[in-house]
Each structure stands twice: as structure tokens, then as C-alpha cells.
């Protein structure tokens, strides 16, 4: 018997520490509101919020302004809503959504966070003075102004999986890493973001964040001369790799990316197309380095355009030193304006980088090069095929020529069957394949993508739909859609804005086996011009479902 009772009072014993471990509060089940369950929450413990839309934010709060918070987070609890467009914080403007100071062991996810001000910064969600032990994932932060999200003063969270929509800032309209905080940001997507600085993302002052995966598209900087229509980098120096940086805008440096004021770090295998530098004296499409010396490093930098009046640097602008590495980028297909001079890279002031083993080809206007003040030294390059000329400046530092790269698909079209930017294997840019001999620039690759134009074709099943995409792009009235079916079958085009929102479809109907194109001209179903803007095509075809993106530029 005393057996029987003590298996059963340890039994009891277990049960209740597995209690205590796994308790979960519920909202609005327990608590009306989140800030009262996230209050009441023991250590270690959950705070499951159901659906619906929470409007409380008059909880005062630390720091700048002291405003308000929806949420205050305590350690080790964990807050989990029921997904990004079921749970809603709506803070209507009334203060922060989510505050977050001092904290350890806490998590936040499968919510959607809107509407929040702050008097300072940080309206969506403030992270400050915090580890790595803060994870934020499968959130979505929206239409906040004064910021989504701040990492600020030694804040080094990690952000999984967060959609940063249509916020305001007055840096880092999206997110903004500060003050020597090394925060890591994983696979987000960062749309219509808008700020003066970073429209997306500003990475300063001493911060060595980590940017991977991420997808910036659509995003600006909303006063003139700002920098860094995707991201700015300001006396920091992060990591970003593997992220797409895609039609945003800057009304000064840096159509997708700016490094200023000092900063470093490494931006490789990535890829950065169609953004524009569109006001008076923009500088830098694609990049904009000024005093800065980043790695910049297998980068696919093609149709970025430089449209403003004495605007420079089609691909890259360099001003001033110390100045970038640029190693292993296929720079192709991009202009400058009819009062600029280098639709490739532009060096000015100083701006002596250093580029190897790059493409610099087929620029839609302007030379390849610019030098203004400048000795850049350019080695083991290929330069072909620009609208102007194909001359280096500064030092040529040997290894350069001038062939074809051989690009599998002609410049302008956004690929889907292999790499943006892939050359055929034939290519004098391919590892031994350099015109001087095999063993000239020790044998490397030239260029960023060392994908032959058969890679990725052979894996698609017989009878397959082959999306290869459109052109132009941008485009203003019309563009054309192109793709590929290996056998006859039905087609359909649909056309969505950011949001989601069925905006047009292009009944194609029973097709041929071969090459197909569409035109759309940029109006909806019922015939209506819709407004510039980065819209979503999808090709239905032969049980495939393909999409590509494209921007409308009035």
C-alpha cells in the first residue's frame, strides 16, 4: 500500500510542475484585454489572445515622450494571438502597440499590429536594452506612424517572419536598428514603407545587425534628398545577405540601398532590381555609398534607373572615401538620365573603390563609368555592350575585357526557370573561361551567378509552364508578359495590387505549345487606370501557378 501511495503522490507531484510549466491565460476569456493577461501572466507561462480587433492603449509607459502602449511585456511570457489578420492590435493612433524594455525569455507571435503613434519613435513595437532571447515571428506591423519597429540602445532581438506594411517614420519607416543594437532579422517582407531615411530598414550608430532573406519592394524616402529608398546603413555595419531589394525609390541616394557616414559591413548574394533615383542630382539607383566601405560582394544589380536631372550612377555611385569593395556583382541593364554620364558605376570625390571580377554591361544609357576626382582601380572585369562606351577610368588593374557575358535571357525580363543573371557555360565570364586563358584571374568566376542557363530548366516536369516575365519594367502605359508552354493547353493571367486584391484578369484561352506573350495596359476589369504602384501577375498553365512583379510608374 505505502508503495501504491507513493507512486500516486509523485504522479500528483509531476501533474502539478507540468502545470505551473504550461499554464496558458486567455484573452478575452480570462482578462478583457491584453495588457491585463500579459500582467497576470506567472513566468513561463502563455497568453493566448483569441480573434478579434484590441483597442486598449492607455498604459503608461518609459522613456521619450512617455507614450502610451497597448501591450507591456514582462519576461519570460509568451504572447500568441490566433494569426497575423485574425489578432489585431489597433491602436488608433493612441499610442505604441507593444512595449518591450529590459526583458528577457519573451515571445511574440501570429498577430498584427496597426494604427500605433509614438511621440518619439517606435509606435508598432519599441525593443529596447534586451537579448537575443526576445523573438518576435509570424507578426505583421501595419499603417503604424513613427516607425513599426525600433531596436534601440543595445536591443538584439530576433525578427522572424514579420511583414512591415505601409509604415511611416522619420528613419526606418519600417524598422530601424539604433545604438549599437544587433538585432537578427530573418525571411521579413517589407512593402510600401516610407520614411526620409531608410525607408524600409536604417541599420546606425554601431549596430552589426544581421539582414537574411528578406524581401524589400515598393518602399521610398518621402523627402528630397533622403537616402536609402529600401535601406540606409549609417555608421554601422551589418550583415545582409540573401534579399531582394525590388522597385523602391529614393528622392536622393540610393534607390535601394545607401551606406553613409562611415558605415561597413557586408551586402552580398542579393539581389537589387528596379529601383530608381528619381529627384534633381539623385545619386546611386541601385547603391549609393558616400564615405563608406562595404563588402559589396555577389550582387545581381540590373534595371535600376537613375531618372532625375543630373542624376548619376545608374548601378553605383561612390562619392567620397574611404569607398567600397565591389567583388563578383553583374551590373547590367541600367541608366542614367539624359544629363548623366554612367549608367554602370559612377566614382566621385574621392570615391576610389576597388572592382573585381564584376560585369559591368549593357547599360540601357550612359557609359559604363564615370570618374569625377576620382582613381578607382578596376580589375578582371568585363565591360560590354553599354549604351555609350565601355571605357575604364581610373587604374586599370589588368584581367579586364570586353565580350559578351551571355546572359541567358535578354536585359529587362524578370527570370523565373533560372537565376537573375545567369550566363551560358560558355560564357567568357564562367570559372577558366577568361579570353586570356584559362589559369588569367586565377581561373574565378566574373560576375555574380555562376548558374548556367540550363540550371533549374531540367528539374521542371514534362509539359511544364515556363513564366519568363515582362517588359518594360517599369512601364507607363503598357507592358507585355511573356511566357513558355511546352504543350497546348488552357492560360490565364490575374493581375493583384500588394494587398492582395484581384485587380485584373487576361483570359489567354486555349494555347499552342511555344513562346506566348499579353499585354497589359494598366487597367482594372472594369476599365479603369489604376494608380502607380508595384502589382503582382500569375500565370495559371498546364496545373502550374507562377507570379512575378511588376511596377507602374506614372
Known amino acids: 500500500m505505502r508503495k501504491i501511495l507513493g507512486l500516486l503522490a509523485l504522479a500528483l507531484l509531476t501533474l502539478g510542475a507540468a502545470g505551473v510549466q504550461a499554464g496558458t491565460i486567455t484573452v478575452p476569456g480570462d482578462y478583457s484585454t491584453i495588457y491585463a493577461g500579459v500582467q497576470a501572466c506567472p513566468p513561463g507561462d502563455t497568453v493566448l489572445v483569441a480573434a478579434g480587433t484590441y483597442h486598449d492603449c492607455t498604459h503608461e509607459t518609459e522613456g521619450p515622450g512617455s507614450t502610451p502602449a497597448c501591450v507591456i511585456m514582462k519576461s519570460d511570457v509568451t504572447l500568441i494571438g490566433a494569426g497575423v489578420d485574425a489578432t489585431i492590435i489597433d491602436a488608433q493612433s493612441q499610442g505604441r502597440g507593444i512595449f518591450v524594455e529590459l526583458v528577457s525569455n519573451v515571445r511574440i507571435e501570429n498577430l498584427q499590429v496597426r494604427g500605433a503613434f509614438a511621440a518619439v519613435y517606435g509606435a508598432g513595437i519599441l525593443l529596447r536594452q534586451l537579448d537575443d532571447t526576445v523573438r518576435i515571428t509570424d507578426v505583421k506591423i501595419q499603417a503604424n506612424t513613427d516607425g513599426g519597429v525600433i531596436c534601440i540602445n543595445s536591443a538584439s532581438p530576433i525578427l522572424r517572419r514579420v511583414e512591415f506594411v505601409n509604415n511611416v517614420a522619420k528613419q526606418g519607416g519600417g524598422l530601424a536598428i539604433e545604438e549599437m543594437s544587433n538585432a537578427q532579422v530573418y525571411d521579413c517582407v517589407f512593402t510600401g514603407n516610407s520614411s526620409p531615411s531608410g525607408g524600409a530598414l536604417i541599420v546606425r550608430a554601431d549596430s552589426n545587425a544581421i539582414v537574411d532573406g528578406c524581401i524589400f519592394d515598393g518602399n521610398f524616402t518621402n523627402a528630397a534628398f533622403g537616402n536609402g529608398g529600401a535601406l540606409a546603413v549609417i555608421s554601422a555595419a551589418p550583415t545582409i545577405t540573401n534579399c531582394q531589394i525590388l522597385n523602391n525609390d529614393t528622392q536622393g541616394y540610393?534607390?535601394?540601398?545607401?551606406?553613409?557616414?562611415?558605415?561597413g559591413g557586408t551586402f552580398s548574394h542579393s539581389l537589387v532590381m528596379g529601383n530608381t533615383a528619381?529627384?534633381?542630382f539623385g545619386l546611386g539607383a541601385g547603391i549609393h555609398t558616400d564615405g563608406s566601405s562595404p563588402l559589396l560582394?555577389?550582387?545581381?544589380?540590373?534595371?535600376?534607373?537613375?531618372?532625375?536631372?543630373?542624376a548619376e550612377g545608374g548601378g553605383i555611385n561612390v562619392n567620397f572615401g574611404p569607398a567600397p569593395t565591389i567583388r563578383n556583382c553583374s551590373i547590367f541593364g541600367n541608366s542614367t538620365g539624359s544629363t548623366g554620364v554612367a549608367g554602370g558605376i559612377s566614382f566621385q570625390f574621392g570615391g576610389d573603390a576597388l572592382v573585381e571580377n564584376c560585369i559591368v554591361a549593357q547599360s540601357v544609357t550612359g557609359a559604363a563609368f564615370y570618374c569625377l576626382s576620382s582613381t578607382p582601380t578596376i580589375s578582371c572585369s568585363d565591360v560590354w555592350g553599354n549604351a555609350v562606351d565601355d571605357n575604364l577610368c581610373g587604374t586599370d588593374g589588368g584581367g579586364n575585357f570586353s565580350l559578351d557575358p551571355q546572359f541567358c535571357v535578354p536585359v529587362g525580363f524578370g527570370l523565373?526557370?533560372?537565376?537573375i543573371g545567369a550566363i551560358d557555360a560558355n560564357s567568357p565570364c564562367m570559372p577558366g573561361n577568361h579570353p586570356d586563358g584559362p589559369q588569367a584571374c586565377g581561373g574565378a568566376?566574373?560576375?555574380?551567378?555562376?548558374?548556367?542557363?540550363?540550371?533549374?530548366?531540367?528539374?521542371?516536369?514534362?509539359?511544364?509552364?515556363?513564366?519568363?516575365?515582362?517588359?518594360?519594367?517599369?512601364?507607363?502605359?503598357?507592358?507585355?508578359?511573356?511566357?513558355?508552354?511546352d504543350r497546348p493547353g488552357l492560360a490565364s493571367i490575374r493581375i493583384h495590387d500588394l494587398a492582395g486584391r484581384r485587380v485584373a484578369t487576361l483570359p489567354v484561352g486555349e494555347l499552342t505549345a511555344g513562346n506566348h506573350q499579353v499585354d497589359w495596359d494598366g487597367r482594372d476589369d472594369a476599365g479603369v487606370s489604376v494608380p502607380s504602384g508595384v502589382y503582382l501577375y500569375t500565370l495559371d498553365a498546364l496545373g502550374e501557378t507562377l507570379s512575378g512583379r511588376m511596377t507602374l510608374v506614372k
Open 416 to 419: 523565373r526557370d533560372v537565376a
Open 278 to 280: 528619381s529627384y534633381t
Open 297 to 310: 560582394e555577389y550582387l545581381v544589380i540590373t534595371d535600376n534607373h537613375a531618372t532625375g536631372f543630373n
Open 445 to 485: 568566376l566574373i560576375g555574380a551567378v555562376d548558374t548556367s542557363c540550363d540550371t533549374g530548366v531540367d528539374d521542371l516536369p514534362a509539359g511544364a509552364a515556363r513564366l519568363v516575365g515582362n517588359a518594360p519594367n517599369p512601364f507607363n502605359p503598357k507592358t507585355t508578359i511573356f511566357f513558355v508552354l
Open 254 to 263: 540610393g534607390g535601394g540601398a545607401a551606406f553613409m557616414s562611415g558605415a
